[in-house]
């Protein structure tokens, strides 16, 4: 007679119940810190691109000093993105809770193929996630630090609005 368990389930209902908790503490750090504006919008509209972050990701990764004030403005605006999307700590930490709750589910209720293989390897990564946002928040931090002298040095020239079209 196979005794079946359920331990792993109730331990993912206690890791769902932890994440839950750690959303909501993850809105009101964003709340009390006003972080729900339209403004917050605007400003990850305005986070640099992929292809304009290619040039700076060794100054990002390395907090090095970008060699022109250019490179050194692309680096801050980078970093500055980064840090305010990683700076609150409850959301990475409910959802790699919330990740590790769900694997466990998984592990409990499916059959050997796929899923399980996946629910395996999502629980380690899970467990690594707040370590990886506070790598990439230091090295942010270290490249704002080195790159925001000479950033002030450089100079945005206005673009000049397109010409009128004629009729």
Same mark, same amino acid.
């Given at each position: 007679?196979?005794? /079946?368990?359920?331990?792993?389930?109730?331990?993912?209902?206690?890791? /769902?119940?932890?994440?839950?908790?750690?959303?909501?503490?993850?809105?009101?750090?964003?709340?009390?810190?006003?972080?729900?504006?339209?403004?917050?919008?605007?400003?990850?509209?305005? %986070?640099?691109?992929?292809?304009?972050?290619?040039?700076?990701?060794?100054?990002?990764?390395?907090?090095?000093?970008?060699?022109?004030?250019?490179?050194? +403005?692309?680096?801050?605006?980078?970093?500055? +993105?980064?840090?305010?999307?990683?700076?609150?700590?409850?959301?990475?930490?409910?959802?790699?809770?919330?990740?590790?709750?769900?694997?466990?589910?998984?592990? +409990?209720?499916?059959?050997?193929?796929?899923?399980?293989?996946?629910?395996?390897?999502?629980?380690?990564?899970?467990?690594?996630?707040?370590?990886?946002? /506070?790598?990439?928040?230091?090295?942010?931090?270290?490249?704002?630090?080195?790159?925001?002298?000479?950033?002030?040095?450089?100079?945005?020239?206005? %673009?000049?609005?397109?010409?009128?079209? %004629?009729?």
């Amino acid at each position: 007679m196979i005794v /079946q368990t359920h331990a792993l389930p109730l331990l993912g209902l206690l890791l /769902q119940s932890a994440a839950l908790v750690l959303f909501v503490l993850g809105a009101i750090w964003s709340f009390r810190r006003k972080r729900f504006t339209w403004s917050e919008r605007a400003l990850a509209r305005e %986070e640099p691109t992929s292809a304009e972050r290619r040039p700076v990701r060794a100054h990002l990764r390395d907090g090095t000093v970008a060699p022109d004030p250019a490179l050194a +403005h692309l680096t801050v605006r980078a970093a500055e +993105h980064r840090v305010r999307r990683l700076d609150n700590p409850w959301l990475v930490s409910g959802a790699s809770v919330n990740c590790m709750g769900i694997s466990l589910f998984s592990i +409990h209720y499916s059959y050997p193929g796929p899923v399980l293989w996946m629910a395996f390897a999502l629980f380690p990564l899970a467990l690594c996630a707040p370590f990886v946002r /506070q790598v990439a928040l230091d090295r942010a931090r270290r490249a704002l630090e080195a790159n925001r002298e000479l950033a002030a040095l450089h100079v945005v020239v206005p %673009e000049e609005p397109a010409a009128p079209r %004629e009729r």
